[in-house]
């Protein structure tokens, strides 16, 4: 069973910068895409950057330029690199990975959230 936890959510100024990670806990399991997803308050979570087994990246228009998402595969860890924070990108940061599961489809874990707060 993978698990997956983030770390690195905090309050920062509008314009400041933060890092978050994620670990996943998978002995044996070939994780294919991690992304970051996003909810604030009131509102759905929203898909914010993604890479998968092969190194594609993609962002949400939002925070092209500002966002960078990497992993580690040795590590099993994804990182989210967000600069020039704006007050927007407050909310809920979630980790989501998928996987190969052993009736050929794809399994799908999630963390529990790290919070970050962006102070205008």
């Known amino acids: 069973q993978v698990q997956l936890v983030e770390s690195g959510g905090a309050l920062v100024q509008a314009g400041g910068s933060l890092r978050l990670s994620c670990v996943a806990s998978?002995?044996?399991?070939?994780?294919?895409?991690m992304a970051w997803y996003r909810q604030a308050p009131g509102k759905q979570r929203d898909w914010v950057a993604s890479?998968?087994?092969?190194?594609?990246?993609h962002y949400q228009d939002s925070v092209k330029g500002r966002f960078t998402i990497s992993r580690d595969n040795a590590k099993n860890a994804v990182y989210l690199q967000m600069n020039n924070l704006k007050s927007e990108d407050t909310g809920v940061y979630y980790c989501?990975?998928?996987?190969?599961?052993?009736?050929?489809?794809?399994?799908?874990?999630w963390g529990q959230g790290t919070q970050v707060t962006v102070s205008s």
């Open positions: 989501y990975a998928d996987y190969p599961s052993a009736s050929g489809n794809y399994d799908t874990v």
């Open positions: 998978a002995s044996g399991v070939r994780i294919y895409t």
């Open positions: 890479v998968t087994g092969d190194g594609s990246t």
